[in-house]
């Protein structure tokens, strides 16, 4: 069973008839990928609504042929959004204070909601990276040693939100990126607010650059951290994860779309989980792991800048734009330095050899 199958079950039920749970946690997280600036925009902007109208209006009523989320996520989270929208476990949440920005001078591409479950907890959700190239290029900065920008502000949003609302309690989560922002600004979020956190959930959130991330923080809030993550896992495994206790799902797919949660396996109106991650995820990320964080710092920081370089005078925006114009590619990469060309090559070829697909 997919969480598409799940949700149209789930749904018929209360949160007190049964409480907020992991499934939950990726439905709310995947939606999230829905165009709520322009569902917020359509209802004028309200400071609250229920998620059911947010839904709605994000998606142009459900117009499936209208919409998708992008090339790699494609219309999984409008048909996700499609089967919650008008029942009573996920239409009737309440939604407020939603964050987006998008600023590609500094590779920033950051959105957040509080969804309020229960008049006492909050899930406080932050989006994954979208199909935007400057996106992308935020998390291709994890590897420069320094905080990205989203990660800042993730650290914020939460100051902000436990200062608004200071009688709640917090879920804080988020798939991929989102997952990594959740564990920061967790982490960093002011000392008084972290014992009002009741879990964190990074939904295969990427990691840190070794030695940059402050684990003397962390430690306040470990045991309430949790990595979801695919048996085939990748972006999970990439550079330093500080989360150690984690929920390992078995998947449909084997490659690189075992990353996609409506590929996770859901049984018996649970996650269907294993004990190991697989060899193929093992080797990968220590092939990876090894071959980034051996690259002296300026190489890295070249590398960044060369790309984000390439990018800015290709006038290529978004992922969508390669499968319209698959030369867009080739012209991007012709953009970079011989020596950045064989850096990319040297990653996929780890990735082929370790068959890390699109399947």
Known sequence: ????????????????????????????????????????????????????????????????????????????????????????????????????????????????????????????????????????????????????PSEIEAQHYINQMMNKYPHQKFIIGGHSKGGNLAVYGATYCDDKYKSRIKRVYSI???????????????????????????????????????????????????????HDVHNWIIENDGLATTKFFSRRSHDACTEINRFTTNLPKEKRLSFCQDFGHAINESHVETLMSFLKNPSLGIILSWKLSLSNQLLILKFIRILLINKFGLN
């Not at 390992?248 to 490659?255: D, N, V």
């Open 204 to 258: 295969d959130g990427n990691g840190f650059f070794p030695h940059t991330f402050d684990d003397r923080r962390f430690k306040q809030i470990e045991k309430k951290a949790f990595l979801m993550a695919p048996t085939h896992c990748l972006v999970g495994r990439l550079l330093y994860q500080p989360v150690k206790q984690k929920i390992i799902i078995k998947t449909k797919k084997t490659g690189l779309l075992c």
């Open 1 to 148: 069973m997919s969480i598409l199958d799940y949700a149209k079950k789930s749904g018929q039920t209360t949160y007190k008839e049964h409480s907020f749970d992991e499934i939950d946690n990726l439905i709310l997280s995947n939606v999230i990928y829905c165009n709520y600036k322009k569902g917020f925009a359509k209802l004028n902007n309200p400071s609250s609504t229920t998620l059911g109208k947010l839904l709605f209006s994000s998606i142009d009523d459900l117009d499936l042929r209208k919409e998708t989320c992008g090339l790699l996520l494609g219309k999984n989270p409008l048909r996700l959004a499609k089967r919650i929208y008008g029942t009573k476990r996920y239409g009737h949440i309440i939604v407020s204070d939603f964050v987006q920005k998008q600023n590609p001078e500094i590779s920033q591409q950051f959105a957040a909601i509080c969804y309020h479950i229960s008049p006492k907890t909050i899930y406080l959700c932050f989006r994954g990276t979208d199909d935007t190239l400057h996106g992308w290029m935020e998390n291709l900065n994890l590897i420069t040693e320094q905080p990205i």
